[in-house]
């Protein structure tokens, strides 16, 4: 479950985050933000490199930087894209999301204020997760 206070403060958190992208190659700018398990958000960005392929994406930022600061939950998590769509996750951070559980709520918007909430059981069914070891 997540309220309409904990979307719109993570959205607001992943815009902010935003800002700070680092894309100078695919000029993509993506926010992400994620509530630990003590209720503190988190922001993230993407971070691109002259070397492509080690480029971190905004949702895993999110969620390393909230894991760095002490959470060992995540609660929620938003990612906002550079796009009037509404993008979804890519395949790498699907799967880091769900090291954190499979009914985690997952906000995907946009920039013109639209969005749609998913679990990460929608994003990555049948996934492989800590029970599994
Ligand atoms: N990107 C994200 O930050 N999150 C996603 O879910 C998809 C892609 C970033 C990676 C790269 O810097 C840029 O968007 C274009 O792929």
């Known amino acids: 479950m997540i309220t309409k206070a904990q979307i719109r403060k993570l ?3 992943a815009a902010r985050a935003r800002r700070r992208a680092h894309a100078p190659y695919s000029k993509f700018h993506v926010g992400a ?5 003590s209720g503190k958000l988190y922001g993230g960005c993407n971070v691109e490199n002259a070397s492509y392929g080690l480029t971190v994406c905004a949702e895993r930022t999110a ?3 909230a894991v760095a600061a002490g959470e060992k ?3 929620a998590l938003a990612v906002l894209f550079h ?3 509404l993008a979804s996750p890519c ?3 699907r ?3 769900r090291e954190f559980g499979k009914s985690m709520p997952v906000v995907l918007a946009n920039l013109r204020g639209g969005y749609r909430v998913r679990t ?4 990555l069914p049948d996934s492989f997760g800590p029970e599994d070891l």
């Open 120 to 123: 990460v059981d929608d994003l």
């Open 73 to 75: 939950k995540i609660r």
């Open 83 to 85: 796009s009037t769509r």
């Open 33 to 37: 933000a994620v509530i630990g398990g």
């Open 11 to 13: 959205i607001q958190t």
């Open 91 to 93: 395949g790498a951070c």
């Open 95 to 97: 799967q880091v999301m």
């Open 63 to 65: 969620v390393f930087n």
